[in-house]
């Protein structure tokens, strides 16, 4: 399943140029920039830590390496991103995979050309690797109270038990632990802050990660509110990028606040769940995030709306609050109060303590919507 935005990277030393991009990029909700290099020397490092699907690199770019030994270089280390390259019509330049050219773009071109080719060349590379189809999930709630760990925890265990994609679950309330809460992990299991804060390698996660009975891995918050404080939003994109190159999925259970750290999450993620309930409190509250997430520049595809305990209405009209809301939830879970203690209580997943409930088969379906089976199943196994 492709991501609502292609993460694009570009490389380009020629000021004017690098701004016409800009220009372009912007208008488009389908593309996000990440950001634009001027050192072809600086690319590998980024890509790594910012993961981007493509690479825009001008084939004239000049310094210590140029934009053709660039792409080759990209390609030779085995780097996930379609590389398109433009050039001017007086330098021709032919498409060659073998060598990180995987399409070629000539100046002037239009904003309908470039997001054009940058769809084509993204959709032909998720083809070609699968895992790069990796979805990054937050599970985010303006309110407390509405059951958001739990359907993390349990949207999660879905995924990776219902569809077969392997799962890792984060615990993003990094003040308060919940998900140690909620599963009764020992105080002194392995959290975020045992990972390096300089260079994150895939054998640093397997001392870190606890695992679950359920069987998914889950990376902990810190044990005690104040070491909150030693994690930063580079920590965040740094951990959040290795995991998608070793999960088919990962969900993030996030705090109720927008701190810099939450909101390195949700830039991060593919998709936001914004958990509602039938409240006015929460109403009026996700409608105030929703003018935030506006102002940040997250198209309304980013978000989806998780309307949970949804045949308890609590004397709210249903139709006023999917006016209220814009449009009608993308995803609906029932009540189960009894069956979510008990489950809760002794720490394990509703959707495999009873299957067969109502509410476990809203999760599943969901889970199913939102990571397809023909993703990248057990990627990084």
Same mark, same amino acid.
């Given at each position: 399943?492709?991501?609502?935005?292609?993460? +694009?990277?570009?490389?380009?030393?020629?000021?004017?140029?690098?701004? =016409?991009?800009?220009?372009?990029?912007?208008?488009?909700?389908?593309?996000?920039?990440?950001?634009?290099?001027?050192?072809?020397?600086?690319?590998?490092?980024?890509?790594?830590?910012?993961?981007?699907?493509?690479?825009?690199?001008?084939?004239?770019?000049?310094?210590?390496?140029?934009?053709?030994?660039?792409?080759?270089?990209?390609?030779?280390?085995?780097?996930?991103?379609?590389?398109?390259?433009?050039?001017?019509? *007086? #330098?021709?330049?032919?498409?060659?995979?073998?060598?990180?050219?995987?399409?070629?773009? /000539?100046?002037?071109?239009?904003? =309908?050309?470039?997001?054009?080719?940058?769809?084509?060349?993204?959709?032909?590379?998720?083809?070609?690797?699968?895992?790069?189809? /990796?979805?990054?999930?937050?599970?985010?709630?303006?309110?407390?109270? &509405?059951?958001?760990?739990?359907?993390?925890?349990?949207?999660?265990?879905? %995924?990776? *038990?219902?569809?077969?994609?392997?799962?890792?679950?984060?615990?993003? /309330?990094? *003040?308060?632990?919940?998900?140690?809460?909620? +599963?009764?992990?020992?105080?002194?299991?392995?959290?975020?802050?045992?990972?390096?804060?300089?260079?994150?390698?895939? @054998?640093?996660?397997?001392?870190?990660?606890?695992?679950?009975?359920?069987?998914?891995?889950?990376?902990?918050?810190?044990? #005690?509110?104040?070491?909150?404080?030693?994690?930063?939003? #580079?920590?965040?994109?740094?951990?959040?990028?290795?995991? #998608?190159?070793?999960?088919?999925?990962?969900?993030?259970?996030?705090?109720?606040?927008?701190?810099?750290?939450?909101?390195? $999450?949700?830039?991060? @993620?593919?998709?936001?769940?914004?958990?509602?309930?039938?409240?006015?409190?929460?109403?009026?509250?996700?409608?105030?995030?929703?003018?935030?997430?506006?102002? %940040?520049? =997250?198209?309304?595809?980013?978000?989806?709306?998780?309307?949970?305990?949804?045949?308890?209405?609590?004397?709210?009209?249903?139709?006023? &609050?999917?006016?209220?809301?814009? !449009?009608?939830?993308?995803?609906? %879970? &029932?009540?189960?109060?009894?069956?979510?203690?008990?489950?809760?209580?002794?720490?394990?997943? $509703?959707?495999?303590?009873?299957?067969?409930?109502?509410? /476990?088969?809203?999760?599943?379906?969901?889970?199913?919507?939102?990571?397809?089976? !023909?993703?990248?199943?057990?990627?990084?196994?």
């Amino acid at each position: 399943m492709p991501t609502d935005q292609i993460r +694009l990277l570009v490389v380009e030393d020629v000021p004017q140029v690098a701004q =016409y991009v800009r220009g372009l990029v912007a208008a488009s909700p389908r593309v996000k920039l990440l950001d634009v290099l001027h050192d072809g020397r600086a690319v590998t490092d980024q890509v790594v830590q910012q993961r981007p699907d493509v690479v825009l690199i001008d084939a004239l770019l000049q310094g210590r390496v140029g934009g053709l030994e660039l792409a080759a270089h990209l390609r030779r280390a085995g780097l996930p991103p379609a590389i398109v390259v433009i050039t001017v019509p *007086q #330098r021709p330049v032919s498409t060659d995979a073998e060598r990180g050219v995987d399409a070629v773009l /000539s100046m002037p071109f239009t904003g =309908y050309e470039l997001v054009n080719l940058l769809q084509s060349v993204h959709q032909a590379q998720l083809e070609r690797d699968p895992a790069a189809s /990796s979805r990054l999930l937050g599970v985010f709630a303006p309110k407390g109270g &509405v059951g958001k760990t739990t359907i993390a925890f349990n949207l999660a265990v879905a %995924i990776q *038990q219902h569809v077969g994609a392997k799962t890792v679950l984060v615990d993003g /309330s990094l *003040q308060f632990g919940d998900l140690r809460a909620l +599963l009764k992990v020992p105080a002194d299991a392995p959290s975020i802050l045992e990972l390096p804060t300089d260079r994150i390698a895939e @054998a640093d996660l397997a001392d870190v990660l606890w695992r679950d009975p359920s069987g998914i891995d889950i990376l902990l918050a810190p044990p #005690r509110i104040e070491m909150a404080d030693m994690v930063t939003p #580079r920590d965040v994109e740094k951990v959040l990028s290795l995991l #998608r190159r070793v999960y088919a999925a990962t969900v993030v259970d996030l705090p109720t606040n927008l701190s810099d750290l939450t909101l390195a $999450f949700l830039d991060a @993620a593919d998709v936001i769940l914004e958990v509602v309930t039938y409240d006015s409190t929460t109403i009026r509250n996700t409608v105030s995030v929703a003018d935030t997430f506006r102002a %940040i520049g =997250y198209p309304p595809s980013k978000i989806h709306y998780v309307l949970n305990r949804a045949d308890s209405t609590g004397g709210l009209d249903p139709a006023m &609050v999917q006016s209220t809301l814009g !449009r009608v939830p993308e995803h609906t %879970i &029932v009540s189960d109060g009894r069956l979510v203690v008990e489950a809760n209580n002794q720490g394990l997943p $509703f959707v495999l303590a009873a299957p067969d409930a109502p509410i /476990s088969a809203d999760v599943r379906r969901m889970a199913g919507a939102l990571v397809s089976s !023909r993703g990248p199943v057990g990627a990084g196994a």
